[in-house]
């Protein structure tokens, strides 16, 4: 069955660039919408925005100017940037895959911003 | 935004008791909602898509139900597994948004 793992640095410094990538295994990027999310430490979940394999993406307007999602269907994996981040970017980022709900997940991946 | 409002935030049962959840949209999503639930350490598990569709490999004791703006998801006889924190998500527009949770805990 399909499976996700997020990977990227752990610890980011204030003002620069989160980067994570998700790869996808058991199945084809090319087909479905393929989600962003995040928690931060003890709180609720934040949809971060969509990317669809031909490269149709949506946004939560709350990040919009800081987000650029992507998708790289040779190596069947999408990425997330968020730039310029803070403190308030600490959290826990998942991929999931956006069919009916957000299904499968991946395990999530903990980014701190600190310097 | 379409906000997701869950009540209770939190709750304590015992095995095998009957447990409503509930999850009210600000707005009618017609039946664009989705349950999932979260162990600590762990991702959210989809459990009931489209208001009221088991998902896969859930056990028949979760259903869902509802439509416009009110949801419950009902756990019929609680089992040791079952405590953890749950949430409702709509997908009916985007920004696609969460409720803010409810933690089931054993009495």
């Known amino acids: 069955q399909v499976q996700l793992q997020e990977s990227g640095p752990g610890l980011v410094k204030p003002s620069e660039t989160l980067s994570l990538t998700c790869t996808v295994s058991?199945?084809?990027?090319?087909?479905?919408?393929w989600s962003w999310i995040r928690q931060p430490p003890g709180k609720g979940l934040e949809w971060i925005g969509y990317?669809?394999?031909?490269?149709?993406?949506n946004y939560n307007p709350s990040l919009k100017s800081r987000v650029t999602i992507s998708v790289d269907t040779s190596k069947n994996q999408f990425s997330l940037k968020l730039s310029s981040v803070t403190a308030a970017d600490t959290a826990v980022y998942y991929c999931?895959?956006?069919?009916?709900?957000?299904?499968?997940w991946g395990q999530g991946t903990l980014v701190t911003v600190s310097s | 935004d379409i906000q997701m409002t869950q009540s209770p935030s939190s709750l304590s049962a015992s095995v095998g008791d009957r447990v409503t959840i509930t999850c009210r949209a600000s707005?009618?999503?017609?039946?664009?909602l989705n349950w999932y639930q979260q162990k600590p350490g762990k991702a959210p598990n989809l459990l009931i898509y489209?208001?009221?569709s088991l998902q896969s490999g859930v056990p028949s004791r979760f259903s869902g139900s509802g439509s416009g703006t009110d949801f419950t998801l009902t756990i019929s006889s609680l089992q040791p597994e079952d405590f953890a924190t749950y949430y409702c998500?709509?997908?009916?527009?985007?920004?696609?948004?969460f409720g803010q949770g409810a933690k089931l805990e054993i009495k």
């Open positions: 999931a895959r956006s069919v009916f709900g957000l299904d499968p």
């Open positions: 058991g199945g084809s990027i090319s087909s479905n919408y």
């Open positions: 990317i669809y394999y031909s490269g149709s993406i």
């Open positions: 707005q009618s999503i017609s039946s664009f």
């Open positions: 489209a208001a009221s």
């Open positions: 998500q709509q997908s009916y527009s985007t920004p696609y948004t």
